[in-house]
């Protein structure tokens, strides 16, 4: 599957990523996969992305949360807490 | 255009002179106003920037401003958010709200304002003695805005 990867905020600076296009395996199928299969590329993602660590998710740029299955070509969007206002 | 995302600051009068004209249905027209403060959390604000997802931004704000219209019986509404570099003093956010009477254009707008507060994707980076940092989401903001769903 193919998704377009963006990271923003304090994990955009943190990962030294803002945009990525990836392909993942067939096994990946919800956010929380992602997630897992991103932190074992190792440091700084393993860290920035390790289960303890609270984020938000999006998928084609609309809040989800970790059990949401991936969809083909979408956006995935992982993002601190927002703080604006 | 009822949300606006930019770097320019904005003048509340002629904003809310633009939104009711030749609306003369309208009988209260309640704003919230969000400024940049020089402390925070104890330590010196020197700045901030502010940071957004574009695209996702305006979904979410839109999807805000249609449960507020879903809820109250509102007429107009208009968000204005700042990104890029700002001051202490300076204006970051504007929601304007009118409606007939003032009762549901004060919930809606408070409505607004405590959900963009927790689902808008804004992020602050503040510039402080000790150097740059990112703000921490608060608490509160999601109290505030776990109430509206008990309502």
């Known amino acids: ?85 | 255009m009822p949300i606006r995302i930019q770097e320019d600051d904005f003048d509340i009068s002629t904003e809310i002179a633009l939104l009711r004209k030749g609306y003369p249905r309208v009988g209260a027209v309640v704003t919230f106003l969000g400024t940049v403060r020089d402390m925070n959390d104890g330590t010196q604000v020197k700045g901030m920037t502010l940071e957004h997802y574009p695209g996702m931004t305006e979904k979410a704000l839109q999807e805000i401003l249609d449960q507020a219209k879903a809820r109250w019986d509102i007429y107009q509404t208009l968000v204005i958010h700042r990104i890029g570099s700002l001051l202490p003093e300076d204006q970051i956010v504007l929601v304007v709200v009118t409606s007939a009477h003032r009762g549901e254009a004060f919930s809606a707008c408070e409505f607004i304002m405590d959900y963009l507060k927790t689902a808008a994707p804004f992020w602050k980076k503040e510039d402080t003695p000790e150097g740059a940092r990112w703000v921490d989401a608060r608490i509160t903001d999601d109290d505030a805005m776990a109430r509206w769903n008990k309502r």
């Open chain 1, 1 to 85: 599957m193919k998704l377009e990867l963006r990271f923003f905020a304090s994990l955009r600076e943190a990962l030294g990523v803002s945009q990525e296009s990836i392909t993942v395996p067939e096994s990946i199928k919800t956010i929380a996969d992602l997630r897992t299969f991103l932190t074992e590329r190792g440091n700084p993602w393993s860290e920035v992305l390790a289960q303890g660590k609270v984020l938000r998710c999006a998928l084609n740029q609309h809040m989800v949360d970790a059990n949401t299955p991936l969809l083909d070509d979408a956006e995935v969007a992982f993002f601190p807490p927002v703080t604006g206002g």
